[in-house]
């Protein structure tokens, strides 16, 4: 395949027009290797490269707590449609036999292999049940554990081993033991957590290095009391998600957010659940029944419960609406994702010898063209 005449995202962050030439599933800087394939003519288009979702629930009627196949090839359907062409889906908290079993339907699914017009399914984002009750948010009460190394050891053997990010409260009783045993196996991130400045400061000192979803279940930043923002922004080699769809963060706090951690540090995730691509209505997440108004997700007594926007129509918020520049959006929903899972290496840059995912937005309104999956047009 080549794709012609478009604007070109470089590993340099920026756009440059050429030509984008692709070869068995993988980018190539040979013109003539794929020259006897399909020709796209982007005109009007910039290509980047597909996104990477590290944290979400569901989509169309399906959640990943489902803890069945069908659940997961729906989703990754449906984000693959969509331009996120690598998932790392959320469990919620649950109890042990229930993740289990999630896990165990994981690893299955990963060990069938690629999937025709799939997002490829690289892991799990483990956001329970190590979290605060106090800073529960969305999450089950009734299934709340403190923070067990080897409880996690089991659920991570049923996984196959493909827990990609683990979230905790860090100031529960276990927490910073859990961080000290497995910071060098699984990317651990604070979340749902009542941790002052000195407690998470520690937290990423002894190897935590993550943030789940800025400003949301956590204390806020203020001026005395800086807490686990004040912290995060103080640990350089800190990522931090950033759910920017329009109802989580105020466009404002958006825009301060990029000027305290900068693109490099950020990622864009959706946190989306299960009526997301739906119509308003009810639904459930993690056993709790949630309402959806527009882009709205609520449960009963009112806390916001993930939302109903995909990775996609975040990143474009971000620019249309909030203020920041395509080249830093795209790094955030594209780059540093992949980076942080570890899979940069094969994908995330529009790069020779890379896994040949490119989404083609319009210029203009940045509207969805077409999504090239592992080389071929969906």
Not at 232 to 247: R, S, W, Y
Request: glycine share 8%.
């Amino acid at each position: 395949m080549i794709i012609t005449n478009a604007s070109v995202y470089t590993e340099e962050g920026k756009f440059e027009k050429r030509d984008v030439y692709i070869k068995d599933a993988l980018f190539t800087d040979c013109a003539k290797e794929a020259e006897d394939g399909q020709t796209i003519d982007a005109s009007g288009c910039v290509a980047i490269p597909g996104l990477t979702d590290i944290h979400f629930h569901g989509c169309m009627g399906h959640d990943f707590c489902d803890g069945t196949r069908e659940a997961v090839d729906a989703m990754a359907a449906y984000e693959a449609s969509i331009g996120v062409t690598n998932i790392v889906p959320a469990s919620m908290t649950l109890s042990e036999e229930m993740l289990l079993e999630i896990c165990s339907t994981a690893k299955a699914y990963k060990e069938e292999g690629l999937q025709e017009k799939r997002a490829h399914f690289q892991g799990i984002n483990m956001e329970g049940p190590f979290v605060s009750v106090a800073k529960k948010g969305a999450q089950n009460a009734a299934y709340i554990y403190k923070p067990d190394a080897e409880m996690f050891a089991r659920l991570n053997e049923a996984s196959g081993n493909c827990v990609k990010l683990l979230d905790i409260a860090p100031e529960e009783d276990g927490g910073m033991e859990l961080i000290d045993k497995w910071h060098d196996r699984v990317v651990i991130s604070l979340a749902h957590t009542c941790a002052d400045y000195d407690t998470a400061r520690e937290a990423f000192q002894r190897g935590a290095s993550h943030v789940t979803h800025l400003y949301n279940a956590m204390n806020p930043y203020t001026h005395r009391a800086p807490g686990l923002i004040g912290a995060a922004a103080d640990e350089e080699k800190v990522h931090v998600e950033l759910i920017c769809d329009g109802v989580h963060i105020h466009p404002a706090a958006v825009r301060t957010t990029f000027k305290i951690f900068g693109d490099d540090r950020i990622i864009l995730i959706s946190d989306s659940m299960r009526a997301t691509g739906l119509e308003d209505g009810d639904y459930t997440l993690g056993g709790q029944y949630v309402k959806v108004t527009g882009n709205l997700a609520t449960l009963e007594d009112g806390t916001i419960a993930g939302s109903v926007t995909n990775l996609v129509d975040c990143m474009r918020t971000a620019v249309l609406k909030m203020g920041i520049p395509l080249e830093s959006a795209v790094k955030c929903a594209a780059v540093n994702p992949a980076k942080c899972v570890g899979i940069y290496d094969s994908c995330g840059s529009i790069t020779a010898g890379k896994t040949a995912d490119v989404v083609l937005l319009d210029k203009e309104d940045l509207s969805l063209r077409q999504v090239i999956l592992r080389g071929k047009a969906l």
